[in-house]
């Protein structure tokens, strides 16, 4: 099983970045796939979720300005984020598993950093 984070850079506050998650090696349109992230000094939290019948879930920090999606042809999900700011500035992983409250599968992030 393997999932490789793409997309991360360096943005100024109010712009955008879209991450991708390439996966591969299990049953993966069955599974809850979502986006974390770790801001510097701070826990893992989540960001966004979706399951394998395309519902999803936010935090509150980034509704109506991130979408996360999934394309099951290509093994890919996606994580387009809008009207960042400093406090998006993070690592952020992407993560797989068969239920959508039990992640098994983690990358190895890719950095955000938001400039102001």
């Known amino acids: 099983v393997q999932l490789v984070e793409s997309g991360g850079g360096s943005v100024q506050s109010g712009g955008s970045l879209r991450l991708s998650c390439a996966a591969s090696?299990?049953?993966?349109?069955?599974?809850?796939m979502g986006w974390f992230r770790q801001p510097p000094g701070k826990e893992r939290e989540g960001v966004a979720v979706?399951?394998?019948?395309?519902?999803?879930n936010y935090a509150d920090s980034v509704k109506g300005r991130f979408t996360i999606s999934r394309d099951n042809a290509k093994n890919t999900l996606y994580l387009q984020m809008n009207s960042l700011n400093s406090t998006d500035t993070a690592m952020y992983y992407c993560?797989?598993?068969?239920?959508?409250?039990?992640?098994?599968?983690w990358g190895h992030g890719t950095q955000v950093t938001v400039s102001s």
């Open positions: 993560a797989a598993g068969r239920r959508c409250y039990e992640f098994t599968y």
């Open positions: 090696g299990y049953p993966r349109s069955t599974y809850c």
């Open positions: 979706i399951d394998s019948d395309g519902s999803t």
